[in-house]
């Protein structure tokens, strides 16, 4: 019998499904799903985990892909501290397309059998003294995601490459989504789950690596961080087997290793705490975000995100999913007192948002369709907003902008190959934004050192101008006053997944550099930034100036000055014609960034000479004049 060509194509082009096994200890589960999808337009952002258990439903987990996939086989292991006591499961699979597929697996129809996993449900181990060395707040410390409470991504201290290698950890195996993890790192001490053992909490010396103490929670550890004074470590798990009576969320004293409060059937915190001063915010996968001081005391508890929320001006800004009609499902981006937990404006999408970020009063947020929006933070008025579309792909991943110095970067990947499967190569982007305008200045390209692979998530800065790009197996060090990258920091010769970018990684503390990816965390040091400033070594080039090749109005510069000197820039049109002295001052030390809004202009090219003391820089500029003056 021949059976009919578009039968066969149905059933080649389209496949998801999902099964589950229990290991034999009652203790782990093993969630496994293959995804076949036949064009990116159906490609899968993200999957999320559901418990079905006494009558009730819990979102034990959701994982979204920073480039979407079409062809994987992905697993997720489930820790639980409580034994298996029955239940059933469901995978729900959301396309890039809005579409979603779900696959029931009953509790009839979940294996058992010897996974050969390690389970160690312990207590607390304390395997070196002097755990906590410093005495009071660490100004270098990284306490929670994107560095300070807006997120902007940007470390106020120097990091210089070249970065030499310190340690290695086997984090976890293949497809664990270890990488989205969050860790805090203060006083030499940086935290984040265990290795391998995904139930437990663990403190390493940055210096050396070695394991401090570890400490059981009740799943699945997601997220860590630091209160304002680094004295108070909060971290999130998943729900495990019980859900009715499992605790979630723990607030724990580093000094002692005691447990000083938690939170009892608060639901899954797989996203990082937020902590401002004496406050701490704690948003759950049931798009629940509540308030409460450092001493455990609820201050405010009401809808906000599943996300990481973010801080300016006493409002809290968070990302909210709203049914109003069955099928009929809205994102909000929401603002919120930050005391009393009141609405204060929202803004309704259709589309999936991203990580939202805060700087200089602004909100920025990218969708998942073809939209970048900036907010106003106090009015919720839209500052400005652009369509946009990745070369090769159709959708923006939730990458959060990173900023500094008036200018926005954000990274995302592009998919180079055939069909979309795990043999893709992913290019790394990043488009730089005039953050006041949403003007496009800059668009690079960074290429995977590995042919298959690459991918990223976000591009954090440090003092000074340098972008740390992360290609998952590669960083490249971005000079942005240099216009060029002076440095790569290679990973070791390790097993890597292509869609392995870590969310929350890299991060920075004094002078090391951590990152991850899927099976390892990996710890490099550069050159000491805690030295006077005499004793660093001198940047490249400096004084140190950023043009960008395109602009549009107002002209800017940005400049990095070691000591006081006498500064001049000057305009010539293409011809060499001077058209204009744009500026003759002496400016301090620091960094700055110029802008000219009197330049009334024709569009067209030019050339700026910027003269610093005894040396000259000439940047041919193409510009727009897009206000007030001559089109």
Known sequence: MVIPYVLVSMVFLSFIQAQATLDQNGHVMLITYDIQQPTKAQAISSVDIWFHVKGRSYRVATHRYPVPVMSIRDTFPWFSRSKWQGGDLEIIFHGVDGSRVSRYIPESQIQRKFLGIPYDGGPLRVYMSG??????????????????????????????????????????YGGTWASENSGAIANGVFCVAKEVAWNRIAAHNIQTGEVLWDRVATSNVWTASLAEGDTILFFGCSIGFTPWQDTTFYAMDLRTHEILWALVGYGTVEYSPLTVDSLVYVSTLQDTTSAYTVSGRLLWKAPLTQFHPVYAQDRVVGYSRTTMFPGDTFNLLICRDAYGGESLWAYAQEDLMGFPSLYEGRVYISFYMDKLFCFDLVTGDTVWWRTWTIPGLSVVPSSPFSHYNGLSFLSYGQWVGEGGTVTDTIYTHVEVYQSATGELLNHWIFTPQDSVGGTTEYSPITKGGYLWVNNNNCIYVYDLFQDSVISTVQLPPRYYVWYGGSWYFPIFWKKYLIHTTDHWIFVYQGLDTTASEDTHPPAPNVPRVWIPSVQRYPLMVSLTLRKSIPVDIDLYNATGQLRSHVLHAYLSPGESQLEFPSLLLPSGTYFLKVSLGTETILKKVVYFQTQGGVP
């Open 131 to 172: 755990v906590w060395e410093g005495t009071g707040p660490d100004e270098y410390a990284w306490r929670h995601v994107g560095y300070d409470d807006e997120s902007t991504f940007y470390y106020p201290f120097p990091l210089y490459p070249p970065l030499e290698f310190r340690w290695e950890r086997r984090w976890g």
